[in-house]
């Protein structure tokens, strides 16, 4: 059964940082891209973050997380990391990671195939 599952959420002060991962089971994650997208309440599911797959490792962030966020793959776990540092209050969502079967990631939904059910992470004082 194809599964991602996302954990490392939590409730972090302003200036914070969490690393989320997106775990994998059922496929490899080395040669698809992957995507985190998150949905704050009351708004619409947002794209946050991708990676391309091993052939190319290319990385892709939302201007309103460049420079704070970071993506990364450990192969050998197959798990996509999102570092997220600098946290502020607009960045409480639930975070998701997704699979595009294909090797290039992309910022649109429709292009992504696997969901996980996301993680909770909240910024507040």
């Known amino acids: 059964q194809l599964q991602l599952v996302e954990s490392g959420g939590g409730l972090v002060q302003p200036g914070g940082s969490l690393r989320l991962s997106c775990a994998a089971s059922g496929f490899t994650l080395d040669w698809i891209g992957i995507g985190w997208f998150r949905q704050a309440p009351g708004k619409e599911r947002e794209w946050v973050s991708c990676?391309?797959?091993?052939?190319?490792?290319?990385?892709y962030y939302a201007d309103s997380v460049k420079g704070r966020f970071t993506i990364s793959r450990d192969n050998a776990k197959n798990t996509v990391y999102l570092q997220m540092t600098t946290l502020k209050l607009e960045d409480t969502a639930v975070y998701y990671c997704?699979?595009?079967?294909?090797?290039?990631?992309?910022?649109?939904?429709?292009?992504?195939?696997?969901w996980g059910r996301g993680t909770q992470v909240t910024v507040s004082s």
């Open positions: 990676i391309n797959s091993n052939s190319d490792g290319s990385t």
């Open positions: 997704a699979a595009d079967p294909r090797p290039a990631c992309s910022k649109y939904e429709s292009e992504y195939d696997y």
